[in-house]
């Protein structure tokens, strides 16, 4: 089971429908998770980093069109029927997103929330269920859990509700936990018991996470392997300590050079000239190149470069790949 | 900083400042007795989370929100009371740079419009042509193409409204600019880049800043002098080096070690001190010390006496009654605070 992958993607290609042509979100992106470890999805708004998720779960908008191959626990998704799809996900599969309002209903009391997934998909009675909320509720660190199960929602502070999502993504034990940008909303202090509480309950239950970030910090502490994701593609993949200390790719170095160090005195910030594509307007070519500072020759304006290893391991799709430094940060 | 002058004189003062804002669930105490001076030339940055106060105290530099107590000074002048028309005068002394620009402009002005606006609100240019060369020139200021001018602010790139919004700030002149949270809905790529403008545009001509985030690597970045708040009170300032060295409050010093760093050994083997629970209700702040709640150091002491800001260094103030010995005994034996 731990060499097998829990969620894996290849080749997986979302295209959405809008009024001003065919967006395309995701293109052609492969990836996998195992039990036990962490994938993060990095990249800026647009990159496509949370569509992919959402395509390989099934939950992509309906104006989408998505290909690929994805498979959940072995089991090929496109196989099965929509209903068994939706059940396999409910079973196996956990969700936290950055606002837990989209998550639960403003007019049931948290612990009813969680326990209706129990109820689905365990096979548990209204009362095990109650009593299997307030087990969860005090695993994701809720004070006198046993009174906040009859809480709403609006009576719990953001990071609590935030808590009771991830107490209900967890409920049934799943085999993935999908976080997309779970901590952006809250304050640094409350982001920091968050991070710790997932890491914690991954380590209890084994489960395989895809963490969606932004945040390159946040990234450098959770995360097994990182996929740097650019105008719907991955540009740099790899373990998260090679991709960081050794970025190939000028849009990862230059990501990771942009942040303020305090503790480099630095008055001028690297920056990155322009903003990110939207999904609509696409360059031809390496879709990073109109803002890259090494573009070298007219290559990288017509042909996309392909996805290719720098290490073992670790790929990168440039045709100028940043040498290995040893010390470069 | 390094290299830059900044003279004494204060631009604005804020003196034992308190904004409440009466509730069905009782008083907010949003602004709890806040005393500060940002001087000509400087960067003061205001850090805090949601519920601090800082962008309360922001606002009320502006006379945004009504003082409940205290005093607001600007340029030397008490502007506490002043009239709704004399408040005129003032925002065009202290001009405001808001988080969402999308939010912030009108979405059917062109941005010259937008940009225009202040010249004429203020009576800036003597004629239309005058005001379309100030507004070209401001224009050039913050790295805009003169023929966005034309353009709505839904054509625009988040960036490019920032720069808007910070155009349109630099319009009046103002003594002083209020930046509240001027990155944070920004991509990564794009915060470098108004980081960037915002330190050269007050480099070029010798701007003021009252620079409000939560994000302590951008304030640091950004100021000569940083305040920290908590619960609607300053709980430490001083130079942003001395602090993100030697925090001497409990609170600064956990704030910094949550903050993440994109350096995978070292985030993960990071002494970090988590703060159990949530930041209490300004409504009902705790006894005593406020940070007592939720400090791994808190004492008996805390609960009786409410700690005033003191000096404990040059330039640097702490309000703990335990301030320094307390950050050193959390760091010696850093204590995870029990799950709350």
Request: net charge neutral.
């Amino acid at each position: 089971m731990t060499d097998e992958a829990v969620l894996s993607v290849a080749d997986l290609t979302v295209t959405i429908g809008t009024r001003r042509g065919a967006a395309r979100a995701v293109a052609g992106v492969d990836w996998s998770v195992r039990a036990g470890q962490t994938l993060a999805l990095v990249g800026e708004s647009g990159s496509g980093k949370s569509m992919s998720v959402l395509a390989a779960t099934g939950l992509a908008p309906r104006a989408a069109r998505v290909t690929g191959d994805v498979r959940l626990l072995g089991t090929d998704l496109a196989t099965l029927s929509a209903a068994r799809r939706r059940r396999m996900r409910g079973r196996h599969v956990g969700f936290v997103f950055q606002d837990p309002m989209t998550s639960l209903n403003p007019v049931l009391t948290v612990g009813r929330q969680i326990g209706e997934a129990s109820e689905a998909h365990l096979g548990l009675t209204r009362r095990a269920a109650r009593a299997r909320a307030i087990e969860m509720l005090e695993l994701v660190g809720i004070p006198s859990a046993a009174e906040r199960v009859d809480a709403y929602p609006h009576q719990l502070s953001g990071g609590m509700r935030q808590r009771a999502v991830i107490a209900m993504a967890l409920v049934c034990e799943p085999d993935l936990l999908i976080a997309d940008e779970p901590t952006t909303a809250l304050d640094v202090t409350t982001q920091a018991q968050i991070v710790e509480l997932v890491a914690d309950l991954q380590r209890r239950l084994g489960t395989a996470v895809v963490w969606i970030s932004h945040d390159l910090g946040v990234v450098a502490g959770l995360a097994d392997t990182v996929a740097v994701m650019y105008g719907g593609r991955i540009v740099e993949q790899g373990a998260v300590d090679a991709v960081f200390a050794e970025p190939a790719h000028p849009y990862t170095a230059a990501l990771l050079a942009a942040r303020p160090d305090p503790d480099a005195n630095v008055t001028e910030l690297v920056t990155i000239p322009g903003t990110p594509p939207s999904p609509l307007e696409l360059p031809e070519g390496c879709a990073f190149w109109p803002r890259c500072s090494v573009r070298g020759d007219s290559r990288c304006e017509r042909e996309l470069p392909p996805l290719v290893p720098v290490a073992a391991g670790h790929q990168v799709r440039t045709f100028y790949p940043r040498q290995p430094t040893g010390e470069d940060r | 900083m390094t290299g830059k002058s900044v003279a004494t004189d204060a631009v604005a003062e804020l003196t034992d400042l308190a904004v409440r804002f009466p509730t069905p669930a009782g008083v907010v105490r949003a602004v709890d007795g806040v005393s500060l001076k940002v001087r000509r030339g400087e960067t003061l940055g205001l850090v805090g989370e949601s519920g601090s106060g800082k962008s309360t105290t922001g606002l009320a530099l502006l006379r945004l929100v009504e003082p409940t107590a205290g005093t607001v000074q600007v340029a030397g002048q008490d502007v506490t009371r002043w009239s709704r028309r004399r408040l005129r005068r003032l925002r065009r002394r202290v001009a405001m740079v808001f988080q969402d620009p999308q939010a912030s402009l009108d979405p059917r002005h062109t941005v010259g419009a937008s940009i225009a606006e202040p010249l004429a609100v203020h009576r800036l240019a003597a004629s239309g042509a005058a005001r379309r060369d100030r507004v070209a020139e401001l224009l050039d200021l913050v790295g805009l193409r003169r023929d966005l001018a034309e353009r709505h602010p839904h054509e625009l790139s988040g960036g490019q409204r920032q720069r808007v919004g910070i155009a349109r700030a630099l319009a009046g002149e103002p003594d002083l600019i209020v930046l509240d949270e001027p990155i944070a809905s920004l991509d990564l790529s794009v915060q470098a880049q108004i980081m960037n403008l915002l330190r050269g545009l007050q480099r070029e001509l010798g701007l003021t800043y009252l620079f409000i985030a939560h994000d302590l690597a951008a304030v640091e970045h950004m100021s000569d002098r940083v305040a920290v708040m908590y619960l609607g009170r300053i709980v430490e300032s001083g130079a942003p080096a001395q602090i993100w060295r030697e925090p001497a409050h409990p609170y600064t010093a956990a704030l910094l070690s949550a903050v993440p760093v994109a350096d995978p050994p070292v985030q993960r083997s990071r002494q970090r001190i988590i703060l159990a629970g949530d930041v209490p209700s300004p409504i009902d702040p705790p006894t005593g010390c406020r940070f007592r709640t939720r400090c791994p150091q808190a004492r008996p002491d805390c609960a009786q006496t409410d700690p005033v800001l003191v000096e404990i260094g040059t330039g640097h103030e702490a309000a703990c009654l335990f301030a320094g010995e307390a950050v050193r005994a959390m760091r010696a034996e850093p204590v995870n605070a029990p799950s709350p």
